[in-house]
């Protein structure tokens, strides 16, 4: 028999979403957010413009052409504490120095989806154990990946990149300094940059867009049609000719605005990653990118048993085989060492064979001569 429902107005059922908001409210969340792309594309201003602070520091250009010569692509974690209204946000920033910097950029991407598939394994360990208070998380909820504005399409190395980080992480494509580009050849841009994504079947992320509300699903819809997002990252504050003060950039012919929709797009993708999907963009990495880990790990390893290790450092793969070079050096060294060691035990042996042949020859006929003068001796004894 189903159960009658029952509503009283003194039972307090709705009072349940009041108590899950104080238990949130004092736990805090973890949002965990990777920036990933080339060298000169403003991520570290984009960061900072974002969350209205300084978080990250700019880097030092002399130290990053220094790095250069390691030619390996380089993880840093920067973490902070954001409160707002009394809710504390523990936010930590994923940066991928080096990535794309070098003329060959093969396997360019392998510490970075190490980096995603470690923290997938570290969470499924913790999980494994018998105490689970505690649990660090650093499962990354979103990645920033982004493009050069160069106004043609997606490159090879984008593609390759992008192929790998969207069946692992909430991927959002943005577009650099958009105001580099014309109104009309930015919208250009986008359209090659989705066409591409479509025919190699790069999954990037998508927000529920259906709502019961028609101001929600219309505001879902208008920041998903902006993907790829264009933005402009400035923490400077300019004046306007009309007298405004606004957070910009400041040219000649005017002022780039960053919080101007006419402008770019940073809006709408703050309003994705912060306002409005935050919860989305967790809930979709645990329920979707860390189950698929968990399924395709649990099907191939036993229980307990380490994670296979499919990657190689590119710092340290080229140190092999430099290794591996000098090594066959050394061994075809060696070997026509002792080829020629070889010939010479030959040439030597031949030498000696040739000796004992003559000094043979010799002894058969110092015989022969012998025998002669046996024969001649018999012969004068007889006659006497």
């Not at 104080?22 to 991520?43: D, P, Y």
């Not at 000796?355 to 020859?361: F, I, P, R, S």
């Amino acid at each position: 028999m189903a159960p009658s429902a029952t509503s009283s107005p003194g039972i307090g059922i709705a009072n349940l979403p009041n108590q899950r908001h104080k238990i949130v409210t004092q736990r805090g969340a973890n949002f965990t957010l990777m920036v990933c792309g080339e060298s000169g594309l403003g991520k570290t201003t984009f960061v900072n413009t974002l969350f209205t602070t300084g978080i990250k520091e700019h880097k030092n250009h002399v130290k990053r052409h220094s790095e250069q010569l390691d030619k390996t692509v380089k993880i840093e974690i920067t973490k902070a504490e954001l409160e707002e209204k009394l809710f504390k946000v523990q936010l930590t920033v994923i940066d991928t120095p080096g990535f794309g910097d070098y003329v060959n950029n093969r396997n360019n991407w392998d510490p970075i989806i190490e980096f995603l598939d470690d923290q997938h394994e570290s969470f499924m360990r913790q999980e494994q154990q018998p105490t689970r208070e505690g649990k660090i998380d650093m499962r990354v909820h979103a990645c920033l990946y982004f493009i050069r504005p160069t106004g043609h399409t997606l490159s090879a190395l984008d593609v390759e990149v992008m192929k790998r980080l969207g069946s692992r992480v909430n991927l959002i494509p943005v577009i650099a300094k958009a105001d580099t580009l014309t109104p009309k050849d930015l919208a250009e841009f986008k359209q090659k940059v989705r066409d591409v994504i479509v025919a190699q079947n790069i999954h990037i992320y998508s927000c529920p867009i259906e709502s019961e509300e028609e101001s929600t699903t219309a505001r879902n819809q208008d920041i998903m049609s902006a993907m790829p997002f264009a933005v402009i990252g400035s923490i400077d504050t300019v004046n306007t000719t009309d007298g405004r003060t606004v957070i910009g950039r400041e040219y000649s012919w005017g002022v780039a605005e960053v919080e101007n929709d006419e402008h770019c797009d940073f809006k709408k993708l703050r309003s994705l990653l912060i306002r409005t999907h935050m919860l989305d963009l967790i809930s979709t990495t645990e329920e979707t990118h860390y189950e698929t880990y968990r399924q395709g790990q649990m099907e191939t390893r036993k229980f307990g048993d380490p994670k296979v290790k499919n990657y190689d450092n590119p710092k340290f793969r080229e140190e092999e085989d430099m290794l591996r070079k000098r090594f066959t050096d050394q061994v075809k060294s060696e070997e026509n060492r002792f080829r020629q060691w070889e010939q010479q035990l030959i040439a030597e042996r031949d030498r000696l064979n040739k000796d004992l042949e003559t000094q043979h020859a010799q002894i058969k006929s110092l015989e022969s001569d012998l025998e002669s003068l046996y024969q001649q001796q018999n012969r004068g004894t007889i006659r006497r």
